[in-house]
């Protein structure tokens, strides 16, 4: 069964730090990109980063850069959010998923995204 699934989302302060992480199973891991998107409350949904097979990386959010980093290990089939210097506007639930293929697009390619996990959610509030 093909599955995306993010954990390690919860409730933490403005300045802290998180770390989710996205377990992929069901299908050939190293053929595809992974994205991290996040929507809030209230707002579109957001691209936040990619990262290819090859650990090439792009990054789509202004609001991010600097304070989140995107990793991934290609045994474990797994990909990783580091997200530092929480803020409020960071409160969001955040989403992994899957696009074919072995480069990142130069824009977030919502559509184009094969598999989407069912979120995890975030929150920074003290």
């Known amino acids: 069964q093909l599955k995306l699934v993010e954990s390690g989302g919860g409730l933490v302060q403005p300045g802290g730090s998180l770390r989710l992480s996205c377990a992929a199973s069901?299908?050939?891991?190293?053929?595809?990109?992974i994205d991290w998107f996040r929507q809030a409350p209230g707002k579109e949904r957001e691209g936040l980063l990619c990262i290819t097979r090859w650990h090439d990386r792009a990054e789509y959010a202004d609001s991010v850069k600097g304070r989140f980093t995107i990793s991934r290990d290609n045994v474990e089939n797994m990909v990783y959010l580091q997200m530092n210097s929480l803020k409020d506007e960071d409160t969001a639930v955040y989403y992994c998923?899957?696009?074919?293929?072995?480069?990142?697009?130069?824009?977030?390619?919502?559509?184009?995204?094969?598999?989407w996990g069912k979120g995890t959610l975030v929150t920074v509030s003290s």
């Open positions: 998923a899957a696009q074919f293929g072995t480069t990142c697009p130069q824009e977030p390619n919502y559509d184009g995204m094969d598999y």
């Open positions: 069901g299908f050939t891991f190293n053929n595809y990109a």
